[in-house]
């Protein structure tokens, strides 16, 4: 067992630690290979009661998915092996998303600090989602050439109006009075007593009820209110921006909008990868109409249309190597890219199809 992730039983709880504070409990291929099958095994062990994951070190949850490790790996010379990476990780992490999605047991997640990308896939699927005062949740993938993945196309539909088009194509940054408000948080509990919500967990009475009940009862006794959701308060002005079809629609009416916040969303769109945007207006409104299993499928296609493309390289570069925040897009502006351009990213590829392991 890798030690970047720690999997241990207490009493009848199961509990993963993702231990890579120094990259922030980034996930990569190894974590997700060694989480499966536990995570598996708890699902069919009728000792095991709940399941709680957490993340060490204090600073974030998880801040995402390891992509910049998927990025070298593409920028090696061509052969066989150039794309490997990127169908192996991809692949690991959407089974591991799609086990948490259906697993048959309360899943908790501990959301302390940052929470971005994988780190949502982590966490949303699972039934209950405990976030602190520390929580940065985001996701940001189209600064650097992707689009909101890991259940991103089924779940950003759902959260209210319009709130979830505006955070897959802008990234912005929520906190906990946002989670809770999008219906993403289930409590808000103080980071400091995360380990005593653990403890109590641990030391519950499991043959009181049923298990979620138990959950939900030791949860309720530590939530407390985090205030007022500034999401919240400005979903009017989402809803009438983000309404539209088109991502040029989407500017115009930010620009008819007028004010700080739209200037400064606007500002922000315009530099987002232009594919990126177009891709994921049309991954989300997909997703309006489609459940959880095919929303998947989509998304591990795009994970290889869109990891092949050199805007992912280059928005790596940019954001997370060499940090200049300056990428060359390609193509660079949002008239350069056609819908038929858009289209041919959703096509069908022989041998990147996906389906979950059997279990």
Not at 173 to 184: E, I, K, P, Q, T
Not at 294 to 310: G, I
């Amino acid at each position: 067992m890798s030690d970047d992730v720690l999997l241990e039983t207490r009493g009848a709880v199961g509990v993963v630690t993702l231990n890579r504070p120094k990259a922030l409990n980034a996930l990569d291929l190894g974590m997700c290979r060694a989480m499966y099958p536990r995570l598996d095994a708890w699902a069919k062990d009728p000792a095991v009661k709940a399941v709680v994951i957490r993340g060490a070190g204090g600073r974030a949850f998880c801040a995402g998915g390891d992509v910049r490790a998927v990025a070298a790996s593409l920028s090696t010379p061509q052969g066989e092996g150039q794309a490997r990476l990127s169908r192996e990780f991809f692949r690991a992490e959407y089974a591991l998303n799609h086990l948490i999605h259906h697993f048959g047991k309360p899943f908790i997640a501990l959301v302390d600090g940052i929470c971005m990308g994988g780190g949502l896939g982590l966490s949303v699927h699972g039934a209950y989602r405990v976030v602190t005062e520390k929580l940065v949740l985001a996701m940001p993938e189209t600064a650097i050439g992707l689009f909101p993945d890991v259940g991103g196309g089924w779940f950003l539909p759902r959260f209210p109006g319009e709130s979830g088009t505006y955070l897959g194509l802008t990234g912005a940054r929520c906190s906990a009075a946002d989670a809770l408000w999008l219906g993403y948080a289930t409590h808000h509990v103080e980071s400091a007593r995360l380990d005593a919500v653990l403890e109590a967990l641990v030391g519950a009475e499991w043959g009181s009820g049923t298990a979620s009940a138990v959950v939900e009862r030791v949860l309720a006794g530590f939530h407390a209110d985090p205030g007022t959701s500034a999401l919240g308060v400005q979903h009017a002005g989402i809803d009438r921006c983000f309404a539209a079809e088109r991502v040029d629609d989407i500017l115009q009416a930010l620009e008819a909008e007028g004010t700080p916040w739209a200037q400064e969303t606007w500002a922000t769109l315009m530099r987002m990868c232009p594919m990126s945007l177009k891709v994921t207006l049309h991954q989300l409104r997909m997703g309006r109409t489609r459940d959880y299993d095919e929303m998947v499928t989509v998304e591990y296609l795009l994970s290889q249309t869109m990891t092949a493309r050199a805007d992912f390289r280059e928005g790596i570069r940019a954001v997370l190597v060499d940090k200049d925040n300056k990428p060359r897009w390609q193509p660079p502006t949002l008239s350069d890219v056609s819908d038929a351009d858009v289209e041919a990213c959703f096509a069908p590829l022989p041998g990147n199809d996906w389906s979950p392991p059997a279990r």
